[in-house]
């Protein structure tokens, strides 16, 4: 079956960097577009960027954020940078076959905390 699975999430001080990992088993991934997605303590979860051949950036991590991957690995990154305690939240990875529509599946998330 499918998995992602997340890693790299902590605690920074603001202006900090952490770069978030997603390992995918059990589907052919270079088939995949893959996105990153955040949903902060109270709120929606909400889009952050996604890459299949080019990327997409939510406006609010655009120039901060860099989503990257790495086919022969199985495995996309999320490079973030001077983070801000706005970015606090949990960071989920997911896959989409299709080119629109909602993604297939979800890693289990891992907690990014920002300190001001």
């Known amino acids: 079956q499918v998995q992602l699975v997340e890693s790299g999430g902590g605690l920074v001080h603001a202006g900090g960097s952490l770069r978030l990992s997603c390992a995918a088993s059990?589907?052919?991934?270079?088939?995949?577009?893959m996105g990153w997605f955040r949903q902060a303590p109270g709120k929606e979860r909400e889009f952050v960027a996604r890459?299949?051949?080019?990327?997409v950036y939510a406006d609010s991590v655009k120039g901060q954020f860099t989503i990257s991957r790495e086919n022969a690995k199985n495995m996309v990154f999320l490079q973030m940078n001077s983070l801000k305690p706005e970015d606090t939240a949990v960071y989920y990875c997911?896959?989409?076959?299709?080119?629109?529509?909602?993604?297939?599946?979800w890693g289990q998330g891992t907690q990014v905390t920002v300190s001001s």
């Open positions: 997911a896959a989409r076959k299709s080119s629109i529509g909602p993604y297939d599946y």
């Open positions: 059990g589907m052919t991934f270079s088939s995949y577009a």
């Open positions: 890459i299949r051949s080019i990327s």
